[in-house]
């Protein structure tokens, strides 16, 4: 018998830390090679992770809410690798104590060097192996950090002051300022992963100099298209809604307008093309907003992509999404018309070079067929990066997603 540590694995994209938010397991379960252990969050998704041993747990190293660094120890396994336990060492026989003597003439005390010697035990013996570092996604051992992982309270509230610290005058020292204790009925609550991520992003976003165009459009057709193809046997178990008329629709006025779907890089000052569109869509979650995207969305027709727009919105919803799905997107949709909103200036995805938001569709009075009729109208808001495109790019853009949801008989027979 052997015990090993399992360290956080990597998960890949570049996070280095996660939060363990629940336990699979308990000390002293006998748990299965692959078999879940722990779930924890990363700032862009809950992860599953499977146990790379087939033995019982001795020991876990974190509580739920809890944040670990990469390679930090998770818990530790008593495996059967065919060795045996180690036999404990021998106790150490007592000194026998002199007998008083007569007192001698008294010297002086000599300097006495004391050196603390750990105990060896088998768990610190296989943290020199190679096996102690295995990594989830293969990308290698991490240098563990000196540092204590951060605990988040299980309540997630906060019930004591926070202290920070400010430039004093003069000289540059620091004074220490605390913050004064909460009002009657006032709570604090830390911000989660994703929540915490997305205030991150939006301030690099918020650096960026963006414009935002609006179009009301007369989406009446539309609604009546998605109808019937909800009818229709291909579409039968498919929910076609605006928001994949949409998607659709950005995908086919991006071929007029590629400069778009690009991003602009900050460091060379060049404009980036990918090689595709990988269409983010954002959904608002228990965690907080996400944006999984759909990879090669160009490439999809509109059952295809009513079938990629459920499920990618179902796992994000579900907390599922993978690191991959949350990576890598080139242009967003927001959905802001199912909270009744009418309107919105979106704040860019960061990497990212415009972001449509729908607003909700509403019955109004509209021009229609020059009279006066009740109709189905939406509110589109394009926010663009004004130094990847202009304002001719962008609205052309927006003008032709409203053309194509006008009449998406034409638009979308193609």
């Given at each position: ?364 009075p509209w021009e229609f067929r020059g009279e006066v009729r009740l109709r189905q109208v939406m ?36």
């Amino acid at each position: 018998m052997s015990v090993k540590e399992f360290p956080l694995p990597d998960l890949g994209e570049g996070l280095t830390e996660s939060e363990v938010v629940a336990w699979r397991v308990a000390v002293g379960d006998v748990v299965e090679l692959n078999q879940i252990v722990a779930e924890v969050e990363t700032a862009k998704a809950l992860v599953e992770v499977p146990s790379p041993f087939a033995g019982t747990v001795r020991e876990l190293f974190a509580e739920p809410g809890e944040t670990l660094d990469v390679g930090a120890p998770l818990l530790a396994f008593e495996v059967d690798d065919g060795e045996p336990e180690p036999e404990a060492a021998p106790p150490v026989p007592e000194q026998a104590v002199p007998e008083a003597s007569a007192p001698t003439e008294a010297k002086p005390e000599e300097p006495v060097t004391v050196t603390e010697q750990a105990p060896v035990t088998v768990a610190v013996a296989e943290q020199a192996t190679e096996e102690r570092h295995a990594v989830l996604v293969g990308r290698g051992p991490r240098e563990q950090s000196a540092k204590r992982p951060h605990r988040r309270p299980r309540s997630g509230r906060l019930t004591e002051p926070i202290p920070w610290r400010q430039e004093g005058p003069g000289s540059g020292d620091t004074a220490q300022l605390v913050t004064e204790a909460p009002s009657a009925g006032e709570s604090r609550e830390r911000a989660s992963g994703v929540r915490r991520r997305t205030a991150e992003a939006m301030t690099r976003s918020a650096a960026v100099p963006q414009v935002t165009e609006f179009l009301t459009v007369d989406v009446t057709r539309s609604i009546r298209f998605a109808e019937r193809l909800a009818a229709s046997p291909r579409f039968d178990g498919k929910r076609v809604g605006v928001l994949t008329l949409a998607a659709r629709a950005l995908c086919l006025a991006l071929v007029e307008t590629p400069e778009a779907n690009t991003r602009w890089d900050d460091a060379t000052g060049e404009v980036v093309t990918p090689a595709g569109v990988n269409l983010g869509i954002a959904v608002a979650t228990d965690r907080g907003l996400v944006v999984p995207n759909i990879r090669g969305a160009e490439r999809l027709g509109l059952a295809e992509l009513a079938d990629a727009v459920g499920s990618l919105v179902q796992s994000a919803r579900a907390g599922r999404s993978t690191p991959a799905q949350l990576t890598g997107g080139t242009i967003t949709i927001s959905n802001v018309g199912v909270f009744g909103v009418d309107a919105g200036t979106p704040l860019l995805n960061p990497g990212e070079t415009a972001i449509l938001a729908l607003g909700a569709v509403v019955r109004r009075p509209w021009e229609f067929r020059g009279e006066v009729r009740l109709r189905q109208v939406m509110t589109l808001s394009l926010t663009f990066d004004h130094r990847a495109i202009d304002g001719e790019e962008g609205s052309r853009l927006l003008r032709d997603i409203g053309a194509a949801l006008k009449d998406p008989d034409v638009a979308f027979a193609c």
